[in-house]
Every structure is written in C-alpha cells, then in structure tokens.
C-alpha cells in the first residue's frame, strides 16, 4: 500500500522537520505501507534545495506540492514583525486565485483525463499520486486555528486543502497529534467541521485542544502525545563537536533560548508587543549570565520567510545584550542532531515549543513561552509544568526571572517528574500504530 504525508515539509523549521520525518517512521513501523512519500514545500528547483535538501538526503521520497503560500516564496526581511499593505494586497490577490483554482480542481480530481487537460503537468502528477495512495496523514502540529483576522477563511482553506483532496478521492485520512482552537473567523468553524467530521482518525496532542475541538464537533477527541516526543536524539559526538566550536562543554550550567519574530495576530499593538518581549527575554538573558550560567542561543527555524527566521529575534535581542556568557550557536542543523545538542544543556526558556519539546525529552526542565494556540499551555498542563509557561503577549522581566528562579529551586523535582513521565511516550505511539493497523483489520 501507498501512504502520503502532508503537507509540504520545511527543513528550515526543525519542529516541522521533525514531525514529518516522525510521521514518516510512525506510518512505517505500522508495517502496511510498502511506499510512503512526502509533500515537498518548494515550487522551484533552488527553493526546494533550500527547503527539503536535509529531507532528500535522509532518503525520504518526495512529491511536487501543488497549492503554493500566497507570498510565492518572496519575503521582505525587514517585513517580520508587520507586512506592508502592498505586500498583503499581493497575498490576497494570489489567495482568491489559488481558491478558485484549488476549487475547480478538487470539484475535477476523480476525473484524471480532465485535470491533465485542464492543469499544468506537475498537479496533474500529484493528483495521480493522491489517486493511487492508500491513505493519507496529516503530519502532527498545531496548524489549525485562527483569531478571527481577515483572512482566517483562506488560512483554513489553505491547510485543509490537501484533506479536502484526499477525501474527494475517498482515502483514508488520519490526522496525527495537532493542537487545535481558537476557531475564529468567518467560515472558519464550518470549514473545520465539514473536514473533520468526515476523518478516519483525529488526534489532539494535549488536552485544551482535545476539549476545543471536541466542543466544536460535539465527540471526544482522543490525546496522543506530539510526535516530536518520539525524536530519537542525533549523534552525541556531533552535538559535542559543535559545543565545543563554540567553547562550551557539557560541564557549563548551559541554559538554552529559544526565540522568534511574532505578528500577535489579533491584537492592535505587534510591534509595541514584540518589543516588550525581546526585552523582557534580554533582561532574563542578562540576569542569568550574571549568576554564572552560560545562555546559548539557538536556531530552532531558519525559515522559509522573515517571520519564521528567528535569526531575526536573535539580532534584535543581542542589540540589547552584550555579555561573554552569551553565546549564539548560529547552525542550520538537522532536527535530531539539535536534539542532541540540547541534551547536553542544564535548563532551556524556549518560545519555539518544539525546543521545549526536544529539552523536555532529554529531561532539561524548561519554561515556555506560548504563542499560536493552545499547543505551550496544553502540553505543559499535561506534563504538570502549567506554572512554567508564560504567553507572548503578557511575557515581562519579572515574571520571567521569577519563573525561572522557581524552576532552578524546584530543579531536581521537576527532572523526577520529566524521567517518570517518559514512559508514556512509547505507550501513546503503540496506541496510534495500533490504531491505523485497525482501520484495516
């Protein structure tokens, strides 16, 4: 049998890259498929070097993407926090075209001879691809939820597209561990009903989502935990070499940040937001290096726009930080090797939650600091750690070194808590394989 995993995979962002390649393993080790690809994310040939190269050479096979984002791979750098009105009138323009022809084609996709008249060579071969699979999966993460922004009916649109593809073409769909919620916006509930009514298996990866989603559809929503729970660390010995490039051991008390450009989608004031959040991190930054601790800033996205780069947030905060115990591990390294990376540090402050993530399963206590979603407050509720996460939005410098001077006092329970938790990892993911095995039994 034939398995597609969607959507595209972005090698620059080591917690999507991570939980494509763990759908990837997780669909496999079921023992049904014979063939499973995943989706590309690049629409020309140096884009997809640039986007998939780490994927392409860990032998995953790819198929061509066919519904491009609205900005078409063009980004302003200077743009990360707030996009100009002409770049937002080009997006909107691309969106109503793309929904129409993404419209006409899933209304024509069980008709092959149609869409290889009507499309370009490249869909038509996708569609066929998605014609002849077994079933499709929807990798995990937390990409359905919108705050009621103008073009929250699109944003649904876009990330559903391939579902609604798949079931026109009656496949099965599994959707894998995702955070889910808030819902708003015009059309965006009813998107999301008519789509996940209609799915084969659905999971929530922590429990405000499993209510939010379930709230909505009015049934139980089962909670598996996120896959990139399952990431098996890279190699030590690499992870070592590159500490030590940058004059760190595994013997330095190293605390690891992670931060990011944020849009605060939904609230008036982005920029005035995002600068008390920079500063309030470069203050912890600075109160942390003060006490002795080694701050090892890192690369947790390097893309694919300005706004998912947090080389971006890095520069600015350093424009506010100057310290010798502050390091920045400028890499672009595979997400397993990353892990390994953190496995060696003594605490993590991460707002990429799949930092807090890779931290959390190599038992480094961590604070989050949550923004898109329910995915940083419901999974650390999950694990009992609710009182160590902070939203973007309300992050300032004394809650921030009072958290994490609690974390550090509290510091050998929180890791017991992390090692017993552990066990629980293998036992979601037997859950998840042998639910799939059933959807064929």
Known sequence: MKAIIVPGVTD????????????????KDTGLFSEIFILNSGNTEEE??????????????????????PRRGKHKNEEYIQESKLELAKQIKNAGLDFL?????????????????TFSKKIYNTVKEFSEADAVFVKGGGFIHAYGERKAPYLMWYFLFYVRLAQK????????????????????????????NKLDLTYARENVSAESLGELLNKKIPVEMDLGFFLEKGSQAEALKILKKY?????????????????????????????KYITSVADLVK?????????????????????????????????????????????NLSCDILKAVYSNFYFYVGTRFHSIIFSLTSLVPSIAIGYGGNKAKGIMDDFNLDKYVIQIQDVNSKQLIELFDDAIENYDGIKSSLSNAMRLVDESRNRMISDIKGLYS
């Open 101 to 117: 022809s993404t419209k006409l084609l899933i209304s024509m996709a069980n008709n092959l001879s149609l869409v290889k008249k």
């Open 247 to 275: 004059n760190l051991s595994k013997e330095d008390k190293i605390v690891g940040i992670t931060i990011r450009p944020w849009r605060f989608p939904g609230l008036k004031n982005p920029e005035e937001l995002y600068k």
């Open 169 to 196: 073409l009656n496949k099965k769909v599994v959707f894998l561990p995702n955070s889910f919620g808030p819902f708003k916006g015009l059309t965006v509930e009813k998107q999301v009903r008519s789509v996940f």
């Open 12 to 27: 620059l962002n080591k917690g999507d890259q991570a939980l494509v390649w763990e759908s990837h393993r997780l669909v």
């Open 287 to 331: 109160s942390i290096s003060e006490k002795g601790y080694k701050v090892a800033l890192c690369n947790q996205s390097l893309g694919p726009n300005s706004h998912e780069d947090d080389r971006n947030a890095i520069q600015d905060l350093l424009k506010e930080v100057n310290h010798s115990n502050v390091i920045w591990i400028n890499e």
């Open 48 to 69: 997809k070097y640039l986007l998939c190269s780490q994927s392409i050479d860990h032998g995953y096979q790819m198929i061509e993407n066919i519904l491009q984002h």
